[in-house]
């Protein structure tokens, strides 16, 4: 259980909550939601697409029922969809009164929202292949040793899909992500405007919590949900980056059994955890600090 200071806060100001996965955000942001009439805004990338409500952890039914969501499952899973997309989406909801809280996992989305977004071209679809094949071919250094030294300080090196599109950014511009972020408009909602709120956890009691989701996930019919999209699969496109999804795939095309693509999905699930802790270390050391009670499941 998660408990925030909502006593004393504003209803027009907005609410942001990271953290995570699995960490507990849902059941805090619906409390919120229902204690000030506000409307729950996703900031998850993968919730985004229609194709995963189980596999991504969307809201059930139920908490959909409790309280207003938005942004969640209104991309189809075969359009590519950016932080640029998703801060245009957003833009008008900050208006509103109460104010929205906004819920995700995905830090750039955040930093997007309150320190601006570079106005990097969209990236070509023929660059983007190339990209995907040189990975493919050669792993993710290959795609690092050609990135300028700034930009390679700056992002996250251990995250393919960041360092694949600093690459094709650098291929497709002629300049490096660094200069691009260096030119930053300014932010639609600065921190200082918003209650900034990060869930902290416990790697092992998340990596706990991590599983038993996945296992319930499984019951819920994530499998089935992965064999909706078996003949439409295609790893390279973003809605592909669910987690577990490529090892449910490979399951049902007889390359895993079952009990292997649950374990690999939950080791998957485990380094992503990690990642993002990394993540909002570094970039939202300013944010409010909450920490889940260990003592509740």
């Avoid at 229609?50 to 942004?71: F, K, M």
């Avoid at 997309?85 to 900050?94: E, K």
């Avoid at 819920?103 to 570079?118: D, P, Q, R, S, V």
């Avoid at 700034?150 to 899909?161: E, S, V, W």
Wanted: aromatic residues 6%; proline residues 9%.
């Amino acid at each position: 259980m998660i408990t925030a200071p909502i006593d004393d806060l504003p209803p027009d100001r907005p609410v942001l909550l990271a953290g995570p996965t699995a960490s507990g955000k849902s059941a805090l942001a619906l409390a919120l939601a229902q204690a000030q009439n506000r409307p729950i805004v996703n900031a998850d990338a993968l919730q985004v697409y229609d194709c995963w409500s189980v596999l991504s952890a969307r809201p059930s039914p139920q908490e959909l029922s409790q309280a207003e969501h938005l942004l969640y499952g209104h991309v189809p899973y075969d359009v590519p969809y950016s932080a640029g997309h998703w801060l245009r989406d957003v833009a008008p909801l900050l208006t509103r009164t109460p104010a929205p809280v906004i819920i995700g996992g995905t830090g750039l989305y955040f930093m997007a929202l309150t320190e601006g977004l570079a106005e990097i071209p969209a990236t070509r679809p023929e660059i983007r292949r190339d990209a995907s094949a040189l990975l493919a071919k050669s792993g993710v250094g290959a795609l690092i040793a050609a990135l300028d030294a700034d930009t390679k300080a700056r992002i996250d090196l251990q995250n393919p899909m960041r360092v694949q599109r600093a690459y094709e950014v650098l291929v497709q511009t002629g300049r490096g992500l660094a200069r691009w972020q260096d030119a930053t408009p300014p932010p639609l909602l600065p921190p200082a405007a918003a209650a900034c709120w990060l869930i902290g956890a416990d790697p092992a009691w998340l990596n706990a919590r991590i599983d038993r989701r996945f296992d319930a996930m499984m019951a819920a019919g994530a499998l089935e949900e992965a064999r909706a999209m078996l003949d439409r699969w295609d790893p390279a496109r973003p809605s592909s980056k669910a987690i577990g999804a490529p090892e449910l795939i490979a399951c049902l095309r007889g390359e895993m059994s079952e009990s292997d693509a649950i374990a690999r999905a939950k080791i998957a699930s485990h380094q992503y955890a990690k990642r993002q802790r990394t993540w909002f270390r570094r970039r939202m050391n300013g944010w409010k600090l909450l920490e889940p009670s260990h003592t509740c499941g």
